[in-house]
């Protein structure tokens, strides 16, 4: 007869979490941290004020996109934005902006016309999403969301975090003999 034992090891929160203090988890990005999120429950947040506020958000970009006011829709982003340009082959190879001016610089690569099209169609009322990130559809579009104060009188910050242009329906493009022409070819 064989006696198989599991011993159970706890480790200090400290390791489990390196390098953020106490209170924080890591984020995404290396060496970032953000504060750990208080369990919410039905009761306490306040679920249609956030998601009705979130939609509001989603139609002003809407418009800033649509009417090409680039330095209103730049200050609807929080830095580091993490965006794919609509041509980019690979949709996990992400690139960071650290600021406006750096989104400035490649608006158009950013906010390409397909881009445009998705974002000024899309229905404000399917955005989605938990208590701090809402998104679009599988995550073309998505929103980080700041809670302000104690819920459930609390209020919302939105920002735009993600913006993955290369995840959005491409129509094909051929050439005069029917072969595919990569978008890049063609911009």
């Known amino acids: 007869m064989f006696i198989i034992g599991i011993i159970g090891v706890q480790f200090p929160r400290s390791?489990?979490?390196t390098g953020c203090p106490e209170g924080t988890v890591p984020t995404h990005h290396a060496g970032e941290c953000r504060p750990l999120l208080p369990i919410e429950t039905d009761e306490t947040f306040p679920w249609d004020k956030?998601?009705?506020?979130?939609?509001?958000?989603?139609?002003q970009f809407q418009t800033g996109v649509a009417?090409?006011?680039r330095e209103e829709v730049v200050s609807m982003m929080m830095y580091p934005l993490r965006v794919t340009f609509y041509n980019d082959p690979k949709p996990a190879d992400y690139r960071f902006l650290q600021s406006p001016d750096e989104l400035l610089d490649v608006y158009d690569k950013v906010f390409h016309k397909s881009v445009v099209n998705y974002i000024t169609s899309y229905d404000a009322n399917e955005v989605w999403g938990n208590d701090y990130?809402?998104?679009?559809?599988?995550?073309?579009?998505?929103?980080?969301?700041?809670?302000?104060g104690d819920c459930p009188e609390c209020s919302?910050?939105?920002?735009?975090?993600?913006?993955?242009?290369?995840?959005i329906y491409?129509?094909?493009?051929e050439d005069i003999f029917g072969n595919p022409i990569k978008p890049s070819d063609t911009q």
Do not use: H, M, P, Y
């Open 15 to 17: 390791l489990l979490v």
């Open 50 to 59: 956030q998601q009705a506020e979130a939609q509001d958000f989603f139609r």
């Open 67 to 69: 009417a090409d006011r």
């Open 133 to 148: 990130f809402l998104q679009t559809g599988t995550g073309q579009i998505g929103i980080s969301c700041t809670t302000l």
């Open 156 to 167: 919302f910050e939105f920002k735009v975090k993600v913006i993955r242009g290369n995840s």
């Open 170 to 173: 491409r129509d094909t493009v």
